[in-house]
């Protein structure tokens, strides 16, 4: 029967409704049936329809929490997986997602009615997970100049990070000695790090394990936002200078362990206190010099080739801060200005092969390149068809050169400045740690100012010159191509082997290219490729073109079996 409740009021309509004598879950399957049909007459009255029932009856489940709708699908008989807890920690470490990315893609899941655990819940595994770690603020050297504390977080005990990866990897078979690669009785640490992306990470690594280098196998022990200078990585990574030394007497299961040294050469010389790889003396394992190096090594002297160790890095550091610590005379000290970070034996320190590769592989490339140049000029001068054609060539060649050893000046000046700047900043940040007292410290901050300023002078100038240089060499080229035809060939080459020049980055190569551009087809390809110019052109200039393509093709061609020598994973003799 229906009523109106009010002249304006919705109809009401007055029906039965059979009370349950017993609770649907001692009733039988007949009743339930009963009750089914009873209530679906039901909610088709109170939604306007069956089709709207249902949409009600979606309503009313999706506002229930996520536990009851999970309860009411297992009631309902209707199987669903959920994923298990730990699944989304394993989907960010396998796909290497990082919050962001996670976060977007548990959006995504749902859709699909997959929940996975919350952010806090996925933290609070990583944490239950680690070994504790910390964060402090410390004094840090920014690209500015100035020194402004920065957060640092970092594991205070390394040796406990250690032992705990250990024994993770041993609980699950995945320890190998690599065929006897690696001394049965020991555990080979890799301890290293790098800049980039504006912070610096210390990282752990294994080496124990069938991929020692990959990303699932590096374990940042240490995080900071700032530029690896002596001075921050003394203030962020110094605390783990005594617990390298710990380390490298520990015996894990009968097992000793040993400490290895990787990162690129600059950061292995700031560990070890070396000035740089510009330095008299830049070799990292022996004391060798830049004239020395020369030289074949039966023509050089006995000194030349002795090798550096811990103590005589201490003993040359002692001699040098004696003397007055003056950046200057850091040769007659085997340019070792700064105590040791991290006392890694040197003997353990990894060659960087790659990086090797990439800086030794470009000189070699602009050496080439530069000589393809010249020839270049002697094409057009011998088959100039405009008047001046060979003249403003050879004018442009020679500006081109002018250029680059300007460049290349400026830049040994400006790596000598910031090398007296990092310098500045960790005698004023650490010399009280090294017994330097507050008058002796303002003395050695006053010499390495004015001989700052003075290199500063004299960047700035040939940075004028160079790009003085390069407007001329732009006005010379009257706006037309710079490439000469032999020059013009060598890109071609490195296109059709997939081989790139990073545009943005000074036309460096990348790790895989040079690997690559230091096979024998690249490099027949590549030296060939002038003198097919030529004999097309000009064959009289080919007897030069035929000399530039041997004289290269040696030299690459001896580099790539030099590089063969070291780029392993053997130790190097």
């Given at each position: 029967?229906?009523?109106?409740?009010?002249p304006h009021g919705?109809?009401?309509?007055?029906?039965?409704?059979?009370?349950?004598?017993?609770?649907t879950?001692e009733?039988?399957?007949?009743?339930k049936?009963?009750?089914?049909?009873?209530q679906?007459?039901m909610?088709?009255?109170?939604?306007?329809?069956s089709?709207?029932?249902q949409?009600?009856a979606?309503?009313?489940?999706?506002?229930?929490p996520h536990?009851?709708?999970?309860?009411?699908?297992?009631?309902?008989?209707?199987?669903?997986k959920?994923p298990?807890?730990?699944?989304a920690l394993?989907?960010?470490?396998?796909?290497q997602?990082?919050?962001s990315?996670?976060r977007k893609?548990k959006t995504?899941?749902?859709?699909?009615?997959?929940?996975?655990e919350?952010?806090?819940?996925?933290?609070?595994?990583?944490?239950?997970?680690?070994?504790?770690?910390?964060?402090?603020?410390?004094p840090?050297?920014q690209?500015?100049?100035?020194?402004?504390?920065?957060?640092?977080?970092?594991?205070?005990?390394?040796?406990?990070?250690v032992?705990?990866?250990?024994?993770?990897?041993?609980s699950?078979?995945?320890?190998?000695?690599?065929e006897g690669?690696?001394p049965?009785?020991?555990?080979?640490?890799?301890?290293?790090?790098?800049?980039?992306?504006?912070?610096?990470?210390?990282?752990?690594?294994?080496a124990?394990?069938?991929?020692?280098?990959?990303?699932?196998n590096?374990?940042?022990?240490?995080?900071?936002?700032?530029?690896?200078?002596?001075?921050?990585?003394?203030?962020?990574?110094?605390?783990?200078?005594?617990?390298v030394t710990?380390?490298?007497?520990e015996?894990?299961h009968?097992?000793?362990?040993?400490?290895?040294l990787?990162?690129?050469?600059?950061?292995?010389?700031?560990?070890?206190?070396l000035s740089?790889?510009?330095?008299?003396?830049p070799c990292?394992?022996?004391h060798?010099?830049?004239r020395?190096?020369?030289l074949?090594?039966?023509?050089?002297?006995?000194?030349?080739?002795?090798?550096r160790?811990?103590?005589?890095?201490?003993?040359?550091?002692?001699?040098?801060?004696?003397?007055g610590?003056?950046?200057?005379?850091?040769?007659h000290y085997?340019?070792?200005?700064?105590?040791?970070?991290?006392?890694?034996?040197v003997?353990?320190?990894?060659?960087p092969?790659?990086?090797?590769?990439l800086g030794?592989?470009?000189l070699?490339?602009?050496?080439?390149?530069?000589?393809?140049?010249?020839?270049?000029?002697?094409?057009?001068?011998?088959?100039?068809s405009a008047?001046g054609d060979?003249?403003?060539?050879?004018?442009?060649?020679?500006?081109?050169?002018?250029h680059?050893q300007?460049?290349t000046?400026?830049a040994e000046k400006?790596q000598?400045?910031?090398?007296?700047?990092?310098?500045?900043?960790?005698?004023?940040?650490?010399?009280?740690?090294?017994?330097?007292?507050?008058?002796?410290?303002?003395d050695i901050c006053?010499?390495?100012?004015?001989?700052?300023?003075?290199?500063?002078?004299?960047a700035a100038r040939?940075t004028?010159?160079?790009?003085?240089l390069?407007q001329?060499?732009?006005a010379?080229?009257?706006?037309?191509?710079?490439c000469?035809?032999?020059?013009?060939?060598?890109?071609?080459?490195?296109?059709?082997?997939?081989i790139q020049?990073?545009?943005?980055?000074?036309?460096?190569?990348?790790g895989?290219?040079?690997?690559?551009?230091?096979?024998?087809?690249?490099?027949s390809?590549?030296?060939?490729?002038?003198?097919?110019v030529?004999?097309?052109?000009?064959p009289?200039?080919?007897?030069d073109a035929k000399?530039?393509?041997?004289r290269h093709?040696?030299?690459?061609?001896?580099?790539?079996?030099c590089?063969?020598?070291f780029?392993?994973?053997n130790?190097?003799?």
């Open positions: 029967m229906e009523v109106k409740s009010s919705r109809p009401r309509l007055l029906t039965t409704v059979t009370r349950g004598a017993v609770s879950s009733a039988s399957e007949r009743t049936r009963r009750r089914r049909a009873e679906k007459s909610d088709a009255i109170i939604c306007g329809g089709d709207s029932a949409l009600q979606a309503s009313n489940i999706s506002v229930m536990g009851n709708q999970e309860q009411l699908l297992m009631d309902a008989g209707i199987s669903r959920s298990q807890p730990g699944t394993a989907i960010k470490a396998d796909m997602l990082p919050w990315q996670l893609l995504w899941l749902r859709e699909f009615g997959l929940r996975l919350s952010e806090q819940a996925i933290r609070r595994s990583i944490q239950d997970a680690l070994p504790q770690y910390a964060a402090k603020e410390v840090m050297l690209k500015s100049g100035e020194i402004s504390m920065v957060a640092a977080v970092y594991f205070p005990d390394l040796l406990a990070v032992q705990h990866f250990l024994s993770m990897l041993d699950k078979s995945m320890l190998t000695w690599h690669a690696i049965s009785d020991e555990i080979w640490l890799k301890l290293g790090g790098d800049h980039g992306g504006g912070s610096f990470k210390l990282c752990l690594q294994i124990n394990v069938s991929h020692p280098n990959s990303l699932a590096t374990i940042p022990v240490c995080v900071f936002n700032g530029k690896d200078t002596p001075a921050n990585l003394k203030t962020a990574i110094g605390l783990y200078g005594e617990q710990t380390l490298t007497k015996v894990w009968g097992k000793r362990l040993a400490v290895h990787f990162g690129d050469y600059e950061y292995q010389t700031v560990n070890y206190g740089g790889s510009s330095g008299v003396h990292l394992h022996c060798c010099t830049k020395a190096m020369d074949p090594r039966c023509e050089r002297e006995e000194r030349d080739s002795e090798p160790s811990l103590q005589s890095l201490q003993t040359d550091y002692a001699k040098f801060k004696d003397s610590a003056i950046i200057s005379r850091a040769k085997h340019n070792v200005i700064r105590e040791p970070i991290l006392p890694v034996p003997a353990n320190s990894v060659v092969a790659l990086h090797l590769d030794i592989y470009s070699l490339f602009d050496v080439f390149v530069r000589d393809v140049r010249a020839l270049d000029a002697l094409l057009v001068a011998t088959s100039a008047p060979s003249e403003r060539f050879a004018k442009l060649a020679a500006l081109h050169e002018q680059q300007c460049v000046a400026a400006s000598q400045a910031a090398t007296l700047q990092q310098h500045l900043a960790y005698v004023a940040l650490h010399s009280h740690e090294q017994g330097v007292t507050d008058n002796n410290a303002q006053s010499q390495i100012q004015a001989e700052w300023k003075s290199v500063s002078d004299d040939m004028a010159e160079a790009n003085n390069l001329q060499c732009q010379a080229a009257k706006d037309k191509d710079l000469g035809p032999c020059e013009s060939a060598i890109e071609p080459v490195l296109q059709a082997h997939y020049r990073q545009a943005y980055h000074g036309g460096a190569f990348i895989n290219h040079v690997h690559r551009a230091l096979t024998p087809p690249v490099i390809a590549l030296t060939t490729a002038p003198a097919a030529i004999q097309q052109r000009c009289q200039l080919l007897p000399a530039i393509e041997k093709a040696s030299l690459m061609t001896g580099y790539a079996d590089t063969s020598s780029s392993h994973c130790k190097v003799s």
